[in-house]
């Protein structure tokens, strides 16, 4: 299987589009990429996940780490397109509630 690798890119209006795997061999290298797109969207930003291809659970804690920061600078940090994987794994660890409240 082939990697696609992740990518973040801002879109305008506090809006942070991250495409491609999600997954351990990805996460550790775009975290500090998109810690930085969160520093700099404002009071408010939405991670479009709509170009994400696959997950595992490594895309749940860089989600947890975004929200850690969100949370320490004030920001509301909401997700769209959520892959239904993500939304699984999310459901399998008792964080559906709270992915739910971002999205």
């Known amino acids: ?9 801002s879109q305008g ?5 991250v495409s491609g795997d999600l997954t351990f061999a990805t996460v550790l290298k775009l ?3 998109l810690l930085e797109q969160l520093r700099s969207s404002g009071s408010q930003c ?5 170009g994400v ?3 595992d659970s490594s895309a749940l804690s860089l989600w947890l780490v ?3 920061q969100a949370l320490k600078q004030g920001q509301q940090l909401k997700l769209s397109a959520v892959p239904d994987d993500f939304a699984a794994i999310a459901d399998l660890v008792g964080l559906d509630e709270e992915l739910t409240r971002a999205a």
């Open 31 to 33: 975290r500090p990429l």
């Open 46 to 50: 939405t991670l479009d996940l709509s």
């Open 1 to 9: 299987m082939k990697m696609t690798a992740a990518k973040v890119e």
């Open 66 to 68: 975004c929200q850690r």
């Open 13 to 17: 209006n506090g809006v942070v589009r």
């Open 53 to 55: 291809e696959r997950v």
